[in-house]
């Protein structure tokens, strides 16, 4: 059985930092595209980056680029997304996905496996 599990939400102040990590168990997604999207309350899921296999990496969300970089360790099946000069806009549940093939997806109806999500509140 798949699974993503997201960690290292919590809570921080506007200006700071938080890495968040996805591991992936059940199958190995090394070649297979991941992505970050995100949920505001009240607010449709939101694309927010995406990798290849390779490292190439697409943002979704122009509000992100510069201060969140997605990384992925193929031999560990993990997926990162360091969020950097945090904004209290920031916050949402973070959710990690993962695509059955290996091109980028932009839409949450391209991914075929998530996570449970993991809450990210940026204070003001």
């Known amino acids: 059985q798949v699974q993503l599990v997201e960690s290292g939400g919590g809570l921080v102040q506007a200006g700071g930092s938080l890495r968040l990590s996805c591991a992936a168990s059940?199958?190995?997604?090394?070649?297979?595209?991941m992505g970050w999207f995100r949920q505001a309350p009240g607010k449709e899921r939101e694309f927010v980056v995406g990798?290849?296999?390779?490292?190439?990496?697409?943002y979704g969300a122009d509000s992100v680029k510069g201060r969140f970089t997605i990384s992925r360790d193929n031999a560990k099946n993990t997926v990162y997304l360091q969020m950097n000069s945090l904004k209290p806009e920031d916050t949402a549940v973070y959710y990690c996905?993962?695509?059955?093939?290996?091109?980028?997806?932009?839409?949450?109806?391209?991914?075929?496996?998530w996570g449970q999500g993991t809450q990210v509140t940026v204070s003001s």
């Open positions: 996905a993962a695509r059955s093939v290996y091109g980028l997806g932009y839409r949450a109806g391209e991914y075929n496996y």
């Open positions: 059940g199958r190995t997604f090394s070649n297979n595209a």
């Open positions: 990798i290849v296999w390779s490292g190439t990496s697409a």
